[in-house]
């Protein structure tokens, strides 16, 4: 089954609202992201906060000391009380006015499962997000490392009722902020289809509570285990019993380049971006290459 980058990168030219990133806004994209990071970067060394790079990123350091040449996000990941500190500090705005950010909470919606941290006056309006009031600027994903089960039964029960509670928040998104955009993206393509209906209707059916509601009692499902011999990342693109390794892969940090500064990453990196993306050093073919399209994009004004 083709994932939806690989199908929006076949649908985007028959959009109106939907574009590639040209060569120099990619590169402009990046630099201004890598300016986010630094900023979080300080303030978690400043206040003795663990953070390494994740996913993609982590990925982009140890094969290509940078970004990957076509992607243009960057994300980092926290064990979970460094992940709820930092949080802390932001609501305290220790990162400065220039950022907004939001998170799973019980006070306020969120447009994200996960911290997701936005530079204002700035644009990166992705299809998602489009008739959202959530903010609309470029942004730094933060995930949470999370202790997990020690039993395996236990380990695949609780991520079976953690992904349908993901799902189930997904879905409430797309019914409590219906987007014509994105619905008319998704009639183009049969999968996405029928992948949009079945949310739909699991959102209506749900809708007894609100998104904010549902992302809120997963960040909490999720994060509710006792401290154990080992971690995973719920949020992560494999989903909450994808990324499970024991702590000493993730911890102690090692030390990787990226775009020319020294950043943290994983322990054992080799472990870990296996498990990713197996032959991790061999590019993929083209048709694979997961790349970045948007309906608006202004760099920071100010």
């Known amino acids: 089954m083709k994932s939806e980058s690989q199908i929006m990168s076949e649908l985007s030219h028959k959009t109106h609202y939907l574009r590639e ?11 201004a992201i890598l300016d986010i990071y630094k900023d979080v970067a300080a303030l978690c060394d400043k206040h003795r906060l663990t953070y390494m790079m ?17 992607d243009d996000d960057l994300d980092i990941m926290m064990p979970r009380k460094d992940y709820d500190a930092l949080i802390c500090l932001l609501e305290a705005g220790k990162l400065g006015s220039q950022y907004e950010f939001t998170y799973p909470n019980a006070h306020k919606d969120a447009n994200a499962i996960f911290l997701k941290i936005f530079r204002r006056n700035s ?5 998602h997000n489009v008739n959202t009031p959530f903010p609309k600027g470029i942004y730094l ?14 380990q695949k029960l609780k991520g079976f009722f953690a992904n349908a509670i993901q799902y189930i928040a997904i879905s409430t998104l797309y019914t409590q902020y219906p987007s014509k955009q994105l619905k008319e993206y998704m009639m183009m393509d049969s999968s996405l289809k029928k992948r949009y209906y079945i949310k739909k209707i699991l959102g209506t059916i749900c809708g007894f509570a609100s998104h904010a509601k549902w992302i809120y009692w997963y960040d909490r499902f999720v994060a509710c285990s006792k401290e154990g011999h080992q971690w995973g990342i719920p949020t992560g693109r494999k989903y909450y019993t994808g990324e499970i390794f024991d ?5 102690p940090v090692s030390k990787g380049i990226f775009e020319g500064i020294e950043v943290n990453l994983p322990r054992d990196t080799d472990q870990y971006l296996k498990n990713l993306y197996r032959n991790y050093m061999e590019l993929p073919p083209v048709e694979k290459r997961e790349r970045h399209f948007i309906c608006e994009f202004e760099l920071p004004n100010d």
């Not at 990133?21 to 630099?31: C, I, N, Q, T, V």
């Not at 644009?123 to 299809?127: A, G, N, P, R």
């Not at 702590?247 to 911890?251: G, S």
């Open 141 to 154: 994903d933060v995930f949470a490392l999370d202790a997990v089960p020690k039993a395996k039964i236990i």
């Open 247 to 251: 702590k000493d892969v993730y911890i």
């Open 123 to 127: 644009k990166d309006i992705e299809i």
């Open 54 to 70: 994740s996913g993609g990123t982590c990925l982009g350091a140890v094969r290509h000391q940078g970004f990957i040449p076509w």
């Open 21 to 31: 990133l040209s060569p120099e806004e990619s590169r402009a994209l990046k630099d």
